[in-house]
């Protein structure tokens, strides 16, 4: 399967699952999220069963390549930091942070060398406290309080999305322009130039004393638009024609036309 992510995010274990659609679920998730290293802790079924390789939608690779381990001691013991899930709080005293805060401890631990991992329970139960007293620090996903109820592909999706968001460099928001460009200032400068100088000759700005006020406004209007260089030319375009429409329509009407175009 290829490491398009490299060898470095941190493990899942996922303990005693009970499903195998539930296993092939957790692949898809990890994988959208560029997690690639999976370990099972005594699985009820089979994780290389037909529902499950159905359920991973393509990540079935990384089932193949999935670690099984008899016990959760075994299965984190060249592990250096080790995160429990959990959606309830338990009677340790334990740090407890959000995916968004383990993300970034584990974006930083793993820059350092060490070898991480999170840890989830069965479905049904989750993780018992003997699992969760092995960990480092517990991650609890901040829900709504009255329904925090997650499956175990949700719970994996969480926390790694935060993981992928974490190191990931897309801009928050960005104009795409396909095969135009952002206009220039200048562009933009020419356009109002037309606009305003076409709205004079039909009368829109005539009131002088309003006009500076109007001018700024439909100026503003276009400033947020993002227009590009081609929506920039279809504007100009637009004006020509509208200016071009006037004109013929204050042609005079060919004798005997009316003005409602009956003969």
């Known amino acids: 399967m290829s490491r398009v992510f490299g060898e470095n995010a941190p493990a899942i274990v996922l303990v005693r699952p009970q499903l195998a659609e539930n296993i ?54 060249d592990i250096n930091r080790v995160y429990a899930t959990t959606a309830r709080r338990r009677d340790m005293i334990k ?47 901040p829900l709504n309080p009255a329904y925090c109820s997650l499956n175990l592909a949700q719970a994996v999706l969480l926390l790694g999305y935060e993981w992928y968001q974490a190191g990931d460099a897309t801009p928050a928001e960005q104009l795409v322009t396909n095969d135009t460009r952002p206009a220039t200032r200048g562009e933009l400068l020419g356009f109002f130039d037309h606009l305003e100088r076409e709205l004079d ?53 060919p004798v005997g036309v009316m003005e409602d175009g009956a003969g």
């Open 201 to 253: 000759d039909c009368g829109f700005l005539r009131n002088a004393a309003k006009r500076p006020g109007m001018v700024r406004n439909l100026r503003n209007l276009f400033e947020r638009a993002d227009l590009s260089e081609q929506e920039i030319r279809t504007l100009h375009g637009v004006i020509k024609e509208l200016r071009h429409g006037r004109v013929e329509r204050a042609q005079p009407l």
């Open 95 to 141: 740090r407890v942070l959000t995916p968004r805060g383990a993300a970034g401890r584990l974006r930083s631990q793993v820059a350092a060398g060490e070898r991480c991992a999170v840890m989830f329970g069965p479905e049904r139960t989750g993780l018992s406290n003997d699992d969760v007293a092995l960990a480092d620090a517990i991650v609890e996903v």
């Open 24 to 77: 092939g679920m957790v692949a898809r998730a990890m994988l959208n999220c560029g997690l690639t290293a999976l370990r099972l802790v005594a699985p009820r079924e089979d994780w290389l069963a037909e529902k499950a390789i159905a359920s991973a939608s393509g990540a079935d690779g990384l089932l193949r390549e999935a670690r099984f381990f008899e016990t959760t001691e075994a299965a984190i013991a």
